[in-house]
C-alpha cells in the first residue's frame, strides 16, 4: 500500500468505502479478480475515476483483462481507512436511532466496536442493547477513561447534544461522530463528523424537483 496522499479530495475519500463494500460482496461470491471498469458500473462511477482513486491506496497496478485481485485490493483499502484496526467507541442516547447503530452489526466490517451505550432513561439503564451494556451516563467518565475509549457517537436531541459532547471531551474522547442536527463547540484538535438527517432530506428532495442538481 502506498503512504497516504494528503491531497487526496473528499469526494474521492467518500467514494472509497463504497468501493470496498463492492469489493466485499465480489469477495463473498468467490470472484478473484476485479477490473476498475466492473467496480465503475456496479456503482456507476467513470471507470478513469474509479482506477484514480484506486491509484491513491494501492500500489498494485490493475493488470491488462484481469484487473486487481480482489484480496489484495481489499486489504489495501481496509488498510488505508483503517478498518483492519478495530476502533473502540461508545454511543450517548438510546432512542431510536441509538438502538438502531447499536443493531447493525455491518459496523464489524468497518473496525468499529461499540462497547457501551449511555442515557438518563431509567427504563433503558442496565439493559442491553445487541449485546452491549447500556449504563447511565455518570459513568461515561470511568468508562471512557478505563478503556482509552477515543470515539465517542451522539445520538440525543440537539438541545442535548453540546453538554454530551463537552462530557465526552472532559473523559478524553477526541472524536465525535454526531447525529443531532446542530454545530458542536469543541477544543482545538478535536475531530468531529456531523450527519444530519434533514439536510440529506431536503439534498434528496432537490434533486428530485431538479435532476440537473449537483450536491
Known amino acids: 500500500m502506498q503512504e497516504q496522499n494528503t491531497e487526496m479530495?473528499?469526494?474521492?475519500?467518500?467514494?472509497?468505502?463504497?468501493?470496498?463494500?463492492?469489493l466485499y460482496q465480489l469477495d463473498k461470491q468467490a470472484v478473484p479478480t476485479v477490473s476498475s471498469t466492473t467496480i465503475a458500473n456496479g456503482l456507476g462511477l467513470n471507470p478513469v475515476q474509479v482506477r484514480k482513486d484506486i491509484a491513491f491506496v494501492s500500489s498494485v497496478a490493475g493488470k491488462p483483462k484481469t484487473g486487481y485481485i480482489t484480496k489484495e485490493l481489499i486489504a489495501d483499502l481496509e488498510g488505508y481507512l483503517?478498518?483492519?484496526?478495530?476502533?473502540?467507541?461508545?454511543?450517548?442516547?438510546?432512542?431510536?436511532?441509538?438502538?438502531?447503530?447499536?443493531?447493525?452489526?455491518?459496523?464489524?466490517?468497518?473496525?468499529l466496536n461499540i462497547v457501551a451505550a449511555f442515557d438518563v432513561n431509567e427504563s433503558v439503564i442496565d439493559t442491553e442493547i445487541n449485546g452491549k451494556p447500556v449504563y447511565h451516563m455518570d459513568k461515561l467518565d470511568s468508562t471512557v477513561k478505563r478503556f482509552k475509549i477515543q470515539l465517542g457517537i451522539i445520538c440525543v436531541p440537539s438541545a442535548a447534544a453540546q453538554g454530551v459532547a463537552d462530557s465526552m471531551v472532559n473523559a478524553g474522547i477526541k472524536a465525535i461522530w454526531c447525529f443531532a442536527p446542530v454545530h458542536l463547540n469543541l477544543p482545538a484538535g478535536i475531530a468531529v463528523k456531523g450527519e444530519d438527517l434533514a439536510a440529506s432530506l431536503a439534498l434528496l428532495s432537490m434533486q428530485l424537483k431538479t435532476p440537473s442538481f449537483s450536491e
Open 9 to 22: 479530495s473528499k469526494a474521492t475519500l467518500r467514494r472509497l468505502p463504497s468501493y470496498l463494500r463492492y
Open 82 to 111: 483503517g478498518y483492519n484496526n478495530t476502533r473502540d467507541a461508545v454511543l450517548v442516547g438510546v432512542g431510536g436511532l441509538g438502538r438502531a447503530i447499536m443493531g447493525y452489526d455491518g459496523f464489524r466490517n468497518y473496525g
